[in-house]
């Protein structure tokens, strides 16, 4: 694969054979991004152009003279096995996909090519593009109103002054409420962040595939699986199978939180809890749950504190397999009556991850 990101281009071997399929795709590639295309018509000479080339993607039709689309992936693959390859056909028959993506295609569309559907591909098959192409994203999943504010809150709020994307996914059965949904939004505009309603833990998968697909998030705050609620710990390993390719994942502490919760990361979050407590609010108001109030959040921070200077902390597992969905102990077990102590603490330098200033420091 080619160094074109570092010039913000992408060289793209669109190989396709019907001029009037060509000549649209070939637009559609000019006007969604920064692309270089170069177009060929038989798979022979395909292979030729990328053995010469330096390509980042291949968009292939699957029925093409010469060698098929199929045929030119299995030996692109064999020569280049980390050069995405996007085919498209006309066929529906399932078997046809299915060889495709025996021989190696990353992924397949159906023709007609809906221009949305192939910028979602683009996405997901060249994240480097998304590094060119606007802030960095960053989601959160909570099992409940109030959660994700109260355990991740501040980190979210650092995020937004760093000028990423923040969005929050919250399943809430009474969506479609007015006066819910205005409460969720303006809990979520407090931390800079926007925010996506689901009623059900399907539709939070859902929502979850659609925006990682969309957004390439660089991180995701999860509940961590060490909870004594069965609803967070679904929802952490629903975000787990949903959010594989984020590269930094992070768990944080709910209101169920068992004595399994173990943290590697504890993140000085000070300049930022009024944006916290602010957000919480609107929760807390409504509901009145001790859970979401500012004293609790306010014991919490300075609880965890004690592993990073005693300042107002929030503390993550960072989810690299060691805290992998139903590692932890059951909060039931006759080994959970034997407490883990948490580690020493641990500098926040993680990969794509680094420390935030607190507001007003240079």
Not at 135 to 162: D, F, Q, R, T, Y
Not at 180 to 186: G, P, S, V
Request: net charge negative.
């Amino acid at each position: 694969m080619s160094d074109s990101a570092a010039d913000s281009v992408f060289r793209i071997l669109l190989v396709e054979d019907a001029p009037d399929q060509s000549l649209l795709l070939s637009a559609v590639l000019q006007r969604l991004g920064p692309f270089d295309v170069t177009l060929v018509q038989d798979g022979v000479q395909a292979l030729e152009l990328a053995r010469g080339g330096d390509f980042d993607l291949v968009l292939t039709d699957l029925n093409l003279p010469g060698i098929d689309g199929a045929e030119l992936t299995r030996r692109l693959k064999e020569e280049f096995p980390d050069l995405p390859v996007l085919a498209a056909t006309g066929y529906t028959d399932p078997a046809y996909a299915d060889g495709a993506y025996r021989a190696g295609v990353d992924a397949l569309m159906t023709k007609p090519v809906d221009p949305e559907d192939l910028e979602a591909r683009l996405r997901e098959l060249l994240p480097r593009w998304r590094t060119h192409d606007g802030p960095a994203a960053v989601l959160a999943v909570g099992a409940a109103p109030g959660e994700i504010e109260m355990g991740c809150g501040g980190s979210l709020a650092a995020h937004h002054a760093a000028g990423h994307h923040v969005v929050l996914v919250i399943p809430h059965p009474n969506s479609d409420d007015e006066r819910t949904a205005e409460r969720l939004e303006k809990a979520a505009e407090n931390l800079g962040a926007g925010v996506v309603v689901t009623r059900s833990a399907e539709d939070t998968a859902a929502a979850l595939t659609r925006l990682s697909r969309e957004l390439l998030p660089q991180w995701a705050y999860l509940p961590s699986a060490a909870d004594r609620e069965e609803t967070r710990r679904e929802i952490h390993t629903i975000a787990r199978a949903a959010l594989a390719n984020v590269p930094t994942l992070l768990g944080y502490a709910g209101p169920g939180t068992s004595l399994d919760f173990a943290p590697d990361v504890f993140r000085d979050v000070g300049g930022w809890m009024d944006a916290k407590l602010g957000a919480l609010a609107f929760h807390h108001g409504e509901a009145g749950d001790p859970a979401t109030s500012p004293d609790f959040a306010i014991a919490h921070a300075r609880y965890w504190g004690r592993f990073n200077e005693f300042g107002e902390v929030e503390p993550f597992e960072l989810l690299d397999g060691r805290h992998a969905a139903g590692s932890h102990r059951e909060a039931d077990s006759d080994a959970a009556d034997e407490p883990s102590m948490p580690p020493p603490w641990v500098p926040p330098h993680l990969p794509g991850f680094e420390p935030l200033a607190p507001a007003g420091t240079s």
